[in-house]
């Protein structure tokens, strides 16, 4: 995939199909849409590019509130290539570029330097200064310039309008299940593997602790999890919370990877999501954690399919 960062690395003349978003988590919504413009590109013998923006809009235009993508840049643009985009160009989003007024966004950016003669837009999508371009202004512009522009219809799942707003509040909520329905594959978070409290260690349950930064998170509770080590998938329980048991003062990822036994300090590994498990609580002493474990992880292998150990 040819991943391009600014307009002045646009070929010109060309007369192109454009797809724009945040793409915030690549969704079942956002899939639709760029296979759609693909294929109306391929059908017409034009070039199609996806646009998107870095950082995300609203790491610029909220940073007092408490944004968290659903995924990186890299694993956006990784999953973006997996559904057969060539061409992505990747607008730096700024205060300045925030102010522009839409008409100039539309007739000087995607017209003028894109050479966008057919827009593929979602169903909710607003653009420019003030978010005060609409569906309605884009199609004003369209005869006006003579373009195309082609709407995409609310995605729904159970019931449901698929967008990235909502999975974030699915996965906050731990609704593991529907978040994964709605990306079409299971939410996850990657991390370094740091050293931890390291009691996992001696009650025979020896955890993985993951750093995840400022990625979104499950709530607190435990969750059935791959986990993938260097390209490889091993199933996994996943604990995200404070340990009461022992009394952390702050929320830890940790991880015990089942059938596995492997130095991974220093590693960057990946959680993936598959359900919520249960929640979090405290147990009278050790023994009684231990018990629970043990029960867990048959629920665990059960889930996933996988033998049973023995105890």
Same mark, same amino acid.
Request: charged letters at 25%; proline letters at 5%; a negative charge.
């Given at each position: 995939?040819?991943?391009?960062?600014?307009?002045?690395?646009?070929?010109?003349? %060309? #007369?192109?199909?454009?797809?724009?978003?945040?793409?915030?988590?690549? &969704?079942?919504?956002?899939?639709?849409?760029?296979?759609?413009? /693909? +294929?109306?590109?391929?059908?017409?013998?034009?070039?199609?590019?996806?646009? $998107?923006?870095?950082? &995300?809009?609203?790491?610029? =235009? %909220?940073?007092?509130?408490?944004?968290q993508?659903?995924?990186?840049?890299?694993?956006?643009?990784?999953?973006?290539e997996? @559904?057969?985009?060539?061409?992505? /160009?990747?607008?730096?989003?700024?205060p300045?570029?925030?102010?522009?007024?839409?008409?100039?966004?539309?007739? #000087?950016?995607?017209?003028?330097?894109?050479?966008?003669?057919?827009? !593929?837009?979602?169903?909710?999508?607003?653009?420019?200064?003030?978010?005060?371009?609409?569906f309605? =202004?884009?199609?004003?512009?369209?005869?006006?310039?003579?373009?195309?522009?082609?709407? =995409?219809?609310?995605?729904?799942?159970?019931?449901? @309008?698929v967008?990235?707003?909502?999975?974030?509040?699915?996965?906050?909520?731990?609704?593991?299940? /529907?978040?994964?329905?709605?990306?079409?594959?299971?939410f996850?978070?990657?991390?370094?593997v740091?050293?931890?409290?390291?009691?996992?260690?001696?009650?025979?349950?020896?955890? +993985?602790?993951?750093?995840?930064?400022?990625?979104?998170?499950?709530?607190?509770?435990?969750?059935? $999890?791959?986990?993938?080590?260097?390209?490889?998938?091993?199933?996994?329980m996943?604990?995200?919370?404070?340990?009461?048991? !022992?009394?952390?003062?702050?929320?830890?990822?940790?991880?015990?990877?089942?059938?596995?036994?492997?130095?991974?300090?220093?590693?960057?590994?990946?959680? &993936?999501?598959?359900?919520? =498990?249960?929640? #979090?609580?405290?147990?009278?002493?050790?023994?009684?954690?231990?018990? &629970? /474990?043990?029960?867990?992880?048959?629920?665990?292998?059960?889930?996933?399919?996988?033998?049973?150990?023995?105890f």
């Amino acid at each position: 995939m040819n991943i391009i960062y600014t307009l002045e690395d646009i070929s010109l003349p %060309a #007369e192109r199909h454009v797809t724009i978003g945040n793409f915030d988590g690549m &969704h079942i919504g956002h899939k639709r849409l760029i296979q759609d413009m /693909l +294929a109306a590109a391929r059908a017409a013998s034009r070039p199609g590019i996806v646009t $998107t923006f870095s950082p &995300h809009p609203m790491e610029v =235009l %909220a940073r007092d509130k408490a944004f968290q993508r659903i995924e990186s840049d890299a694993e956006k643009f990784a999953l973006m290539e997996q @559904i057969g985009v060539e061409t992505l /160009l990747v607008l730096p989003f700024t205060p300045e570029f925030a102010a522009m007024p839409p008409e100039n966004f539309i007739r #000087e950016t995607l017209y003028g330097q894109l050479g966008m003669r057919h827009l !593929f837009v979602g169903h909710d999508w607003t653009f420019g200064r003030a978010a005060e371009g609409d569906f309605s =202004l884009v199609e004003r512009m369209a005869a006006e310039l003579g373009f195309s522009v082609t709407r =995409l219809a609310p995605v729904m799942i159970e019931n449901e @309008i698929v967008s990235s707003s909502r999975i974030r509040e699915l996965v906050r909520a731990g609704n593991i299940r /529907l978040a994964n329905a709605m990306l079409e594959r299971p939410f996850t978070v990657s991390g370094e593997v740091v050293k931890g409290f390291q009691r996992g260690r001696t009650i025979g349950f020896p955890t +993985a602790n993951l750093n995840p930064g400022d990625r979104l998170l499950p709530r607190v509770g435990g969750y059935i $999890t791959y986990a993938e080590v260097e390209g490889r998938m091993y199933g996994a329980m996943t604990n995200i919370g404070n340990n009461p048991t !022992f009394g952390n003062a702050h929320v830890t990822v940790e991880t015990y990877i089942l059938d596995f036994d492997a130095d991974i300090y220093g590693k960057t590994i990946r959680l &993936h999501f598959v359900d919520f =498990l249960s929640e #979090e609580r405290k147990f009278d002493g050790v023994d009684a954690l231990k018990s &629970h /474990l043990r029960q867990v992880e048959r629920d665990v292998r059960a889930r996933l399919g996988m033998t049973v150990s023995s105890f």
